[in-house]
């Protein structure tokens, strides 16, 4: 048994998904409440089952995988984000028509798919932990089958995603043709005998790297991400913009720091490419758009390449900055997405747009607080939390000598700030637009609560703690 032990987390999830798919398929519609907060259950099990889980284990199960700290860091941000978009969906699906069952277990092996991917040391075991996110993902994007929103932004992320799936294989097989072998060290070690001359393996890290971004939503593999954020679910876009965006961030974190290390000029410029492309676009794009999720989708594609830039930095402190920048971003986005599943008219039905908000401190104050805090967080401006892993990517691009891109980035922020500020005018400078319906859902409003208590000032209270874990977790793949 004790050979279990490092994948007893996966192992939950996987039991636990199947045995609530076949409840599912029989109770129908009137057991949605119950087993969503069975698959609550079920992911903070797993999540509680990575504290006596092995961290030093190394390569299990013949290298396949890895029980190291960097991976259980990852692991609990996913599940604990996935547990949170199931309950923002509970009271979602009590005032729509679709089954809510069916959306915990899709959550729920997306979730697997996510902690494969951060565990993974083999090419293959990469791929099948990242398409089996990606498969589970499709399907949410798609899940309101009556709107023809969510049906096209289903098909879209399909098509796309098989087309990155598709390079990804490409150059997975390229890797594993010039070096023989699909395990990270075995490939490391190709890379360092043969360096940059062999262009075989220079093709492969393009291709691969390419695959990563477009899960990533990095620019130039960003064009679904608007589309597929504003036509799927609200809850479902919360969860796209968590859990699997730091799955797919720390996996393309261990590829470049594990497989890629010796390799760190050739992907260094790619890396740097995407993260001040993706900072500039999402600050600029974002300029234009009146509907809230668009905006989001947008500061996405924006906080991703900052989370990037931290990676091109390299070395220890580059992948520890990375850690904590995605635990503080999925916080802030989170908690920017709850918000926005509030924003309901009279009659109950969703409102998206963001003239809908003007005059919103007047009538509901706290609520126009809490995204205010959020707003001002995702802009990285102090005294709020989200300025403080902005300040450590920068930090650790200053200490691997790219200071023009940390002074680069700096700028891109500036740049961004403005359309979170617009946000903020139209709550508290505006005229009042017609109220919002009243939304009783105590637990969702307990945990934009907790959640604006994080991004708040107070949240400075956790750096000690939070940097001790990221800088273990980070050592834990060198």
């Known amino acids: 048994m004790n050979q279990f032990a490092p ?11 199947i045995a609530l798919m076949m409840v599912a398929a029989f109770g129908g519609r009137r057991i ?3 087993t969503s907060w069975s698959a609550v259950a079920i992911l903070i099990a797993a999540t509680f089952a990575l504290i006596g889980a092995p961290t030093h284990a190394g390569g299990v199960f013949g290298g396949l995988i890895t029980a190291d ?9 996913i599940f604990l984000a996935s547990a949170v978009a199931i309950i923002a969906a509970h009271g979602w699906f009590e005032r729509d028509t679709e089954h809510s069952a069916e959306y915990s277990v899709l959550i729920l092996f997306s979730a697997l798919g996510g902690a494969v991917m951060v565990s993974a040391t083999s090419l293959v075991t990469l791929y099948v932990g990242l398409e089996l996110q990606s498969l589970s993902a499709y399907v949410l994007a798609s899940y309101r089958r009556s709107d023809d929103r969510s049906a096209e932004a289903g098909l879209k992320y399909f098509v796309l995603g098989a087309l990155a799936s598709g390079i990804l294989l490409y150059g997975i097989s390229l890797l594993y043709g010039f070096t ?22 220079l093709f492969g890290l393009v291709f691969v790297l390419a695959g990563v971004a477009f899960k990533i939503s990095a620019v130039p593999f960003h064009m679904w991400t608007p589309d597929v954020y504003e036509g799927a679910p609200t809850p479902v876009t919360a969860f796209f913009a968590s859990a699997p965006k730091v799955a797919a961030v720390l996996l393309g974190t261990r590829i470049c720091l594990d497989a890629l290390e010796p390799a760190i000029e050739a ?3 790619i890396v740097i490419f ?5 900072i500039f676009l999402g600050a600029v794009a974002a300029y234009g758009q009146t509907n809230i999720k668009r905006l989001l989708a947008y500061s996405s594609i924006n906080n991703v390449g900052f989370a990037l830039v931290g990676l091109a930095a390299g070395g220890q402190q580059g992948a520890s900055s ?3 920048y995605m635990a503080v971003y999925v916080v802030m986005t989170l908690g920017a997405f709850l918000c926005v599943l509030w924003m309901r008219d009279e009659n109950g039905e969703p409102v998206e747009e963001i003239a809908a908000l003007s005059g919103l401190s007047q009538t509901r104050p706290a609520y126009a607080a809490a995204l205010a ?12 939390f989200g300025f403080w892993p902005k300040l450590l990517v920068f930090q650790a691009a200053v200490n691997s000598g790219l200071v023009a891109l940390a002074v680069a980035a700096i700028v891109g922020t500036v740049i961004g700030a403005y359309y979170y500020l617009r946000i903020i005018k139209v709550m508290y400078m505006d005229e009042a637009a017609a109220p919002f319906g009243r939304v009783s859902q105590p637990v969702q409003g307990a945990l934009i609560f907790l959640a604006a208590l994080i991004v708040s000032p107070l949240g400075y209270l956790l750096i000690g703690p939070l940097n001790k874990l990221t800088d273990l977790a980070a050592s834990s793949i060198f």
């Open 7 to 17: 994948i007893l987390p996966e192992l939950i999830l996987t039991v636990g998904g």
């Open 32 to 34: 949605g409440g119950v």
């Open 69 to 77: 700290l960097f991976g259980s860091f990852g692991k609990a941000i």
């Open 180 to 201: 023989g072998t699909m395990n990270f060290n075995g490939i490391a070690a190709a890379f360092a005998r043969e360096g940059s001359t062999s262009l075989g393996l």
């Open 267 to 269: 992907w260094r410029q």
């Open 274 to 278: 995407a993260a001040l492309a993706s």
């Open 322 to 324: 990375v850690l904590f």
């Open 373 to 384: 805090m959020f707003m001002f967080s995702l802009a990285g401006i102090p005294p709020l």
